[in-house]
């Protein structure tokens, strides 16, 4: 039970209860129903940037990071930049001392301005463009992933000599490219990589899903690729240096829900490995992972100006922000329920039920599906959506043409724009008309 349960009309007086869990590591209420990130007021963030703007906590995200080296070792991590790359972002994320999976040449390039050590960059991606290769093989990246039978030869014509690669392996009917133990597939794989002296096998690679919170779905895939691993070993006298266990790990977007619990997950993966290694004759390869959304996901937060409220005919309350779908995207495609708040006033109106909806004009459009927020709330209020630093702002889009949002950092009281705003002239700009 808590305050509120006992003394109801504290409900109207008190913000929303921020949890450490969803919300940035630095957030904390304010002033007069203020929200602090950073040492930054992200009213005034609001005021000065204009709505709606992304704002990422650059501290939570070294702090992540952090964790993740003391977890692992900061050599056996490396950051999934398509949950979220800036050059800035590639600077903190080689300042923890993380390596990098990039997933196009856009991805590559970011890396290259933000001097990241390219040796730490691996180039992953199930069906890479010439582009890609030939931006990755100029930056000189340390290791490239291979998925499918067909890029084995790709490589071999075209990688540098040497060239280090992982390969993918995959399991089950709804996975897309990779190779595949059953069938032979993979394993004629490896002996097509072992025959080629241009490249170097350097290990295996897999991801197995996303927001997994269960230790159990690692656990098997550890077994599965220590077993096929040892049977290559015995054909091709190769062992694996490392074996890349992925990313998909969960990150509460409610107060309710569990991250993977971290420390744990390491300590248990480690011996898992040293187990199955053992017990198929294989030398233990160094694990590694490859996390994205659990690095950035609860850095970042959004900045909305309210723009309507209304009610839906069965009397719904609809709450329209100035953006939606198009910064979003988790909520129509993955289903994601994120916590929102009211920010920059207080009031004494009691919080109800609201839909936070988006300004886009399609049935998707939904921001939070089931927020609380107080029965005032009108145009002109700003609203602060938690865990928007994963898969918002690297999937943001311009249908409607909607100009996407500023992307701002906020550290030691600090506002510093990362991508700015787009402008009515940058949409335009790419129109050949
Ligand atoms: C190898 C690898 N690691 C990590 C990820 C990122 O997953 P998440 O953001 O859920 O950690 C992906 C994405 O598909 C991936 O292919």
């Known amino acids: ?100 999976y990039a997933g196009s040449a856009g991805e590559v390039r970011v890396a290259e301005r933000a001097g990241f050590d390219m040796g730490r960059v691996v180039l992953y991606g199930s069906a890479k463009s010439p582009e890609d290769l030939d931006v990755a093989y100029r930056a000189g990246v340390g290791t490239v992933v291979v998925e499918s039978m067909g890029e084995i030869t790709r490589l071999a014509a075209t990688a540098p000599a040497g060239q280090r690669v ?21 394993a004629a794989a490896v002996a097509r990589i072992a025959g080629q002296p241009g490249l170097r096998l350097a290990g295996y690679d897999c991801s197995i899903g996303h927001q997994l919170s269960r230790f159990s779905q690692y656990e098997r895939e550890i077994s599965r690729l220590c077993e096929f691993a040892s049977v290559m070993y015995r054909a091709h006298g190769v062992a694996p240096e490392r074996l890349n266990l992925g990313g998909g790990h969960a990150v509460a977007y409610r107060p309710e829900e569990f991250d993977l619990a971290l420390a744990g997950f390491a300590t248990r993966m480690r011996s898992v490995l040293h187990l199955e290694a053992g017990r198929h004759g294989l030398p233990a390869p160094r694990l590694t992972v490859s996390p994205g959304r659990a690095v950035v996901a609860r850095a970042g937060v959004t900045v909305y100006r309210v723009l309507a409220v ?74 602060a959506v938690a865990g928007t630093g994963a898969y918002h702002h690297a999937r943001a889009t311009n249908f409607h043409l909607v100009r996407r949002p500023a992307l701002l950092a906020v550290a030691g009281g600090r506002a510093r724009v990362l991508v700015r705003r787009e402008s009515l002239d940058d949409l335009l700009a790419r129109d050949a008309g």
């Not at 953006?323 to 920010?343: E, F, K, W």
Request: some cysteine.
């Open 1 to 100: 039970m808590t305050l509120t349960d006992i003394i109801p009309s504290l409900r109207s007086s008190l913000p929303a209860r921020l949890d450490t869990g969803v919300w940035p590591r630095t957030a904390h209420w304010g002033d007069a129903g203020d929200l602090r990130a950073g040492g930054v007021s992200l009213a005034a963030v609001a005021a000065e940037h204009g709505t709606p703007t992304f704002v990422l906590d650059e501290e939570d995200v070294r702090e992540r990071c952090r964790t993740y080296a003391g977890a692992f070792g900061a050599g056996d991590v490396a950051y999934t930049g398509k949950a979220l790359l800036t050059v800035d972002v590639a600077r903190w994320i080689a300042a923890e001392g993380l390596g990098l």
């Open 166 to 186: 992982l390969l993918r392996i995959v399991d089950g009917p709804d996975r897309r490219f990779g190779l595949r133990v059953a069938g032979g597939e993979a």
């Open 310 to 383: 209304t009610r839906t005919q069965a009397g719904d309350r609809l709450v329209a922000v100035d953006g939606g779908m198009t910064d979003c995207p988790a909520t129509a495609l993955c289903g994601s329920r994120h916590s929102a708040v009211l920010i920059g006033r207080t009031g004494r109106a009691a919080a109800g039920p609201a839909v936070v909806v988006g300004r886009h004009n399609d049935a998707d459009d939904v921001v939070v599906p089931d927020a609380e927020l107080p029965a005032d709330v009108h145009p002109g209020d700003l609203l």
